[in-house]
């Protein structure tokens, strides 16, 4: 199964985000997400199977625990891919909370064996794909 661990987010905070990317998709051309799907990756995990996702779930009960809150707050609007082609996404200020979380999940699910993309955590949303810019 392909997996990934991530936040999910506050209501309020979608429903911002959520407006913000109708206002854009008026004058982009795209495929943009249903604010059901808004979240924030912490770790992408790939193709895994059930012994994994089940060690993942314990790296990440591990991870969270006595964590302190997060704060989010938009910050910037960016791309991923060609000017004809690209991924949107609304990036994430940067919040000790949320880097530390970010870094105990990695720490957790390296201590466990369970595989993740080992890219530098970049917090972002991803808001639609297919965008013409």
Partial sequence: MRAFIALELPADFAD???AMARRLSAS?????L????????????GDIDDAEASRA??????ACAGSAS???ASDSLGKFGRPADATLWLGIASD???ATLAERVREELAARDVPFDPKP?????KLGSRARI
Avoid: E, K, N, Q
């Avoid at 982009?28 to 943009?32: A, E, K, N, Q, T």
């Avoid at 955590?121 to 949303?125: K, L, V």
């Fill in 96 to 98: 000790p909370a949320l």
């Fill in 28 to 32: 982009l051309d795209g495929r943009f």
């Fill in 34 to 45: 249903d604010r059901s799907t808004y979240h924030l990756t912490l770790a992408f995990l």
């Fill in 57 to 62: 779930m314990d790296a990440l009960d591990a």
């Fill in 16 to 18: 911002d985000v959520a």
């Fill in 121 to 125: 955590f970049r917090p972002h949303i």
């Fill in 70 to 72: 997060v704060l989010l």
